[in-house]
């Protein structure tokens, strides 16, 4: 490997950039929720399918994107804690999980029965599409963590010694 890799390695490690980009992409998706998640027709943000101010949407579909919320509020607030005490930081496998739980979520609202008649993954709105790459981003930097982190050292090697 060379000499510049591993000084980029280092600095990804060593600096609080894992933590900064979770900060990010909580910002976009906490944006996200107070933004129109539909768009063909109607410009419903996430805390109208929560109020009931859209229509048929009574069920428990309705706090998926408030579940979505407090995930991004959770996020933040390990991030910010990640940046500063990097002990107290929520790790490589937390970032990819969180962020695949977010995805899923997302996905998981977007496919809903009485959601699909707003075509919401083929006229998502602006919100939705944002809520996505949020969780996505969070996702990549959970993975970009994950492959430069430091390996383990290599077990001692055992002497054949004869036994007395």
């Known amino acids: 490997m060379t000499d510049t890799k591993v000084k980029i390695f280092d600095f990804i490690l060593q600096s609080p950039l894992l933590p900064v980009i979770g900060i990010i992409s909580s910002l976009i998706g906490i944006v ?9 027709g109607y410009e419903y943000t996430a805390m109208d399918f929560l109020t009931g101010n859209s229509g048929e949407l009574t069920g428990i579909q309705a706090y998926l994107p408030t579940v979505l919320l407090a995930f991004m509020v959770i996020i ?31 996905v998981l609202f977007g496919n809903w029965v009485p959601v699909d008649d707003y075509k919401i993954l083929v006229n998502g709105g602006l ?7 949020a969780c996505i981003i969070y996702i990549f930097a959970g993975i970009v963590g994950y492959s430069v982190r430091p390996l383990p050292p290599p077990p001692a090697k055992k002497t054949n010694q004869a036994r007395k």
């Open 76 to 106: 933040l607030v390990l991030s910010v804690l990640g940046v500063t005490d990097k002990r107290r930081a929520l790790g490589f496998y937390g970032m990819i999980i969180f962020g695949f739980v977010g995805l899923a979520l997302v």
């Open 32 to 40: 996200a929720y107070f933004l129109p998640w539909t768009s063909n």
């Open 127 to 133: 919100g939705f599409y944002l809520e996505m790459l």
